[in-house]
């Protein structure tokens, strides 16, 4: 994915996560730490994107092939209430799924990046 299509995605990307978490936040749902956490990793990966490439940690696109299939283009922020649920537990639901791709890739973030990501994490 060329740079600035990749950093349109990201902004996208990152966009609905926000108003989820936001939205999360302002429901008193206890699920927006595992978007949080997915927010964080994609911070990750635009500040190291080809670190986290060459490592097979990258995140982006299965993020951005989830959030396309659960919001069917949709724009979450315009979506009545139910169906904002409805998006949440879904995403909440593969997101925290162990077989997850983005679940196995966040979770080897410190083995595959000792350098980098490792003491990022334990920083926090």
Partial sequence: M???DRLNVLNKTSKHLNCIIEYDLFQNVSTHSTFEKIN????FELYFPDHMKEKKIDILKF??????????????????DDQKENVIEELHNRWSNPDSEIVKRMNS???KSPDILKPILESK
């Fill in 109 to 111: 973030f410190a083995e």
């Fill in 2 to 4: 060329p740079g600035t």
């Fill in 63 to 80: 993020v951005e092939q989830d959030l396309n299939q659960v919001l069917s283009n949709d724009d979450f922020e315009q979506l009545p």
């Fill in 40 to 43: 964080d990793a994609l911070v």
